[in-house]
């Protein structure tokens, strides 16, 4: 900004008084410079020379020695400075200047080419005073134009602040600076970084409901717009049921879990996988025409069959409208089935319970029927050994003639005994006979050959006792041979009665492993359809699309960060 400079108008020192018609003169003359805003105009004095004839410059201040009163009266000499010829012909050509009647807007733009050129002017007159004398027009359109061009291209390369040009005002009129304060130019700068977040955050918030207007909204209406006009309405019939163990008591863990969901617990899984397994889908496709039913053109397209359905397509259709769930704790099974038709869905609930109560008395007929052949076999084992044991018996005791060998043996030492007996009196007696002086020679003669045939019989008790001439039919030998056959007879005994009690045991277990399908609750036909859950299924199918945008999202946002770190 350029500050006017303050100019003395008048540099006269007085040392004197000044006439009273003088001061009138200058206080008319003060009055119309406040007027036209100019210097007021100074007397004539005449300078005086210096005595060697040099001629003094024009800026320089010369003393007033007299001065002219009005109505020709002569007054005492004032002394003082007065302006140069030169100053005095500017204030001349100013006042020219204004006569022009030049407006404003004109004075501000000579103001303004004098500042492009570099004057030091004082006023917007002495501006156009200064450019005329260096041959600048300033009312030319062609300099307005140029200074308005210049002016705009320092613009957009460098914004500046806005200079507000003095203008002649009033004496000791001050004007308000157009620079801002740094703290408003901070508030300034402030506002506009909030102005340009608030549009970045407002182009980002569109951006964003855009998105989830396609990725989220537009395939929640394509899904809600299916389940509330195209799905087939799907009609469920609900079963429960229980497989049940036949009463009977248990030894050990056995008899502890007797009765409860834990003894059935394998068998209840067997069923259920049974019945989602594709084996009964085609059994039911067999006896109820499966198949069939669901390739009706009247069914939507997504649950309808093709025509040239595989089983794999069938399979699909038959895992989502039969679902089975056990419950382990109270050991129900609960089977829902689905069809477009009420009385096709409880055709095909009970046609699923036949297969299931068949699947169960398979499972548990095979069961029996191991147990039982195991028995069984051991048992005519058994019997069979006996068998051979007791025609061994049989053959030994036909060979020896004899029904009780023991008893033959126990003869012959009895008689072996009195033998021995006999033979101790006869040696008693022929001792006593020995013992006299004069033994009878005839009583000792006899008494000798009692003892020697006794002797001979004791021998040949023994010999045939010990008979081993007739080799493995002897006596003793066929006794041994019959005891251990009677022994092997008596053990095939014991293990033939063995096998019979294990063979009771065993058709008492599995008697009790004997399974049963309880239907607690039979399938009814529904009245109203059960499937599809319109609203259920669309607020699905929006919390789906809006999890899978926003997994894709975040795993944008962090390769995007990952990428620009």
């Known amino acids: 900004m350029t500050t006017k400079p303050k100019a003395k108008k008048f540099r006269i020192r007085r040392t004197g008084g000044v006439p009273e018609g003088v001061q009138h003169a200058s206080a008319a003359g003060g009055s119309a410079a406040q007027t036209s805003n100019v210097a007021p105009l100074r007397p004539l004095v005449t300078p005086t020379r210096p005595a060697t004839g040099a001629t003094r410059p024009e800026t320089a201040k010369e003393d007033v020695s007299t001065r002219v009163a009005p109505e020709g009266k002569a007054s005492a000499p004032m002394q003082g400075q007065v302006s140069s010829a030169a100053e ?9 200047i204004k006569r022009e009647g030049l407006t404003g807007r004109q004075l501000r733009m000579a103001r303004r080419l004098a500042q492009k050129h570099n004057l030091p002017v004082m006023s917007d007159y002495d501006a156009v005073r200064q450019l005329r004398a260096r041959g600048i027009d300033p009312l030319e359109r062609g300099n307005m134009l140029d200074l308005v061009v210049q002016r705009g291209e320092k613009t957009a390369e460098k914004p500046e602040p806005k200079v507000q040009l003095p203008q002649t005002i009033q004496p000791r009129q001050t004007l308000p600076s157009t620079e801002l304060s740094p703290t408003q130019r901070r508030e300034m700068e402030i506002g506009k970084i909030q ?5 970045r955050r407002r182009r980002k918030l569109m951006q964003l409901v855009t998105r989830l207007a396609v990725f989220v909204g537009l ?55 049974f019945l989602e397994s594709k084996e009964a889908m085609l059994q039911l496709d067999r006896d109820r025409g499966f198949k069939a039913h669901f390739q009706q053109p009247w069914i939507d397209p997504i649950q309808r069959l093709a025509p040239d359905a595989t089983n794999e397509d069938a399979y699909k259709i038959y895992s989502r409208i039969v679902k089975i769930g056990y419950d382990p704790t109270e050991g129900v099974i609960r089977m829902e089935v689905a069809a477009p038709d009420p009385q096709v869905a409880t055709e095909f609930s009970q046609s699923l319970l036949t297969y299931a109560e068949e699947r169960v008395n398979n499972l548990s007929g095979q069961k029996r029927e191991d147990q039982m052949r195991e028995a069984r076999q051991s048992f005519e084992d058994a019997q069979a050994e006996r068998r051979k044991a007791q025609e061994a018996l049989v053959e030994l005791q036909q060979k020896g003639a004899l029904l009780d060998p023991e008893g033959v043996i126990a003869s012959l030492r009895g008689r072996i005994d009195q033998v021995e007996v006999q033979i101790q009196e006869k040696e008693l007696q022929l001792a006593a006979l020995l013992d006299n002086a004069r033994p009878s020679k005839a009583k000792v003669d006899g008494t000798r050959a009692d003892i020697a045939r006794l002797n001979d019989l004791l021998d040949d008790l023994n010999a045939e006792m010990l008979d081993t001439s007739r080799g493995e039919n002897s006596l003793a030998r066929l006794t041994v041979r019959i005891q251990m056959a009677q022994a092997d007879l008596a053990t095939r005994d014991m293990m033939l009665q063995s096998a019979l009690q294990q063979m009771e045991t065993t058709r008492m277990e599995a008697n009790r492993q004997v399974r049963y ?45 990952q990428v620009s770190s």
């Not at 102005?195 to 549009?199: C, L, V």
């Not at 049921?241 to 879990?257: K, T």
């Open 517 to 561: 399908l309880t239907v607690s609750v039979n399938p009814v036909p529904s009245e109203e359809p059960s499937y599809p859950r319109s609203f259920e299924n669309t607020i699905l199918a929006f919390l789906l699309f809006a999890g899978i945008y926003l997994m894709i999202s975040l795993t944008a946002s962090i390769l995007r960060e």
């Open 195 to 199: 102005q340009d977040i608030m549009r």
């Open 88 to 96: 005095t012909g500017a204030e001349t050509e100013i006042d020219a």
């Open 219 to 273: 395939p929640t209406l394509i899904a809600a717009y299916y389940f509330y006009a195209v799905a087939t309405p799907m009609y469920a019939s609900k079963s429960e049921f229980v497989i049940l163990q036949a009463d009977g008591s248990l030894g050990g863990l056995g008899g502890f879990f007797a009765g409860t969901q834990f003894a059935t617990s394998q068998d209840s899984i067997s069923v259920q996988s």
